[in-house]
């Protein structure tokens, strides 16, 4: 049996060498480092087929004499340590690279990427060190849990109004526009009134998020639900009820799924990216459909005079609500652009791509 070489390819951090020995089924295997060569033999399946294989490699600088190494079916992979954290211009100590030597595109870096990768990796253990001496939450379990719980029966909640509208819009067509209210609003009542805990929460400090953000949601969405919707009988009638009833209940069955899973420390990459993208178009679309409403209650609310504030005779008989909503709008859309900033921060955060490793 005649003896060969293999294809190997190489990487390098600043403290270790990769070697990947394209070598299947590889039997006695003798790797060793002397002198800062590294001597490999073993017998396998390489390029010309079942063969003895080996190969030196003199390194360009000293390397720690003990080798590990990790035999799969299709390959050996080796790993050298470095004696000194270092960035080396080339692998071996003769500058014309052997043959059968390879960069490993796989695993390759280059230098500023691998400073940015052992950063991050003392970053995560000096993270790991400080929580490790903080002080563990007694009722982190209990808030996991209550949480959990919270942003399960949210999505069930808007799942129901998602599912009931889009159904009834496939039956009955343009007709189901004009119903909504009186089919959906019971249960957009208790979603809503529920919704006050995602204010409660950060006031309390079971989680760490900003208060003003929930708060202007709520408050937005209540003045719509209660004040616009609920007190109006000429507004549940109308087609703008089932527009922005729609757009809330699609943000919210990808929201609340997402906090749901992260509560259990789990992650799905399409529901992270869908939770931080879609709100894009229809956060500002939701916002203009609210906006549309308030404008179709003004000429209501000043002609039966509810909600009027009563004035003295001399400044004449009432002040209309209408004035008020009015004021509303403008704060509803300033409201948008601290929500819209808010939230374009949390999306470049969880959303930050990964550097490639591949140049």
Not at 61 to 75: A, D, I, K, L, N
Not at 284 to 311: H, N
């Amino acid at each position: 049996m005649q003896t060969l070489t293999p294809h190997v390819y190489w990487a390098q951090r600043h403290g270790e060498i990769y070697l990947r020995v394209e070598l299947s089924d590889a039997q006695d295997l003798d790797i060793s480092v002397h002198e800062n060569t590294l001597h490999f033999r073993a017998q396998g399946h390489g390029a010309k087929g079942d063969n003895e294989y080996e190969f030196s490699l003199e390194f360009l600088e000293s390397v720690e004499p003990q080798v590990t190494h990790r035999s799969t079916q299709r390959q050996v992979n080796i790993t050298v340590r470095k004696q000194e954290h270092s960035w080396w211009d080339r692998l071996t100590l003769q500058e014309r690279k052997p043959v059968f030597l390879a960069p490993d595109f796989d695993r390759w870096m280059e230098e500023s990427d691998a400073e940015m990768e052992l950063r991050a990796k003392e970053e995560k253990i000096s993270k790991i060190s400080v929580e490790s001496r903080s002080p563990k939450d007694p009722y982190l379990g209990l808030k996991r849990g209550y949480l959990f719980m919270y942003n399960l029966v949210q999505f069930l909640g808007f799942s129901w109004i998602f599912v009931n509208m889009t159904v009834r819009l496939f039956i009955l067509g343009q007709d189901s526009l004009y119903d909504t209210f009186h089919t959906i609003a019971d249960m957009m009542y208790f979603c809503q009134i529920l919704a006050v805990v995602e204010v409660v929460n950060p006031a309390l400090g079971i989680v760490r998020t900003g208060l003003m953000p929930p708060l202007i949601q709520l408050v937005g969405r209540n003045v719509i639900l209660f004040v616009i919707f609920g007190s109006l009988e000429d507004m549940q009638n109308k087609a703008v009820v089932f527009f922005v009833f729609y757009l809330w209940s699609i943000i919210e069955i990808f929201r609340y799924p997402y906090y749901m899973l992260a509560c259990i420390s789990t992650e799905w990459t399409m529901l992270t990216w869908l939770r931080y993208s879609l709100w894009i178009p229809l956060y500002p679309m939701g916002v203009l459909a609210e906006a549309v409403a308030v404008i179709q209650s003004l000429p209501i609310f000043d002609e039966t005079r509810l909600f009027s504030i009563p004035l003295p005779e001399s400044l004449g008989s009432s002040l209309s609500f209408s004035y008020s909503l009015q004021i509303y709008l403008v704060l509803m859309f300033l409201g948008l652009f601290i929500n819209f900033r808010h939230l374009f921060r949390q999306r470049k955060r969880r959303l930050r791509p990964k550097r490639r490793k591949l140049h």
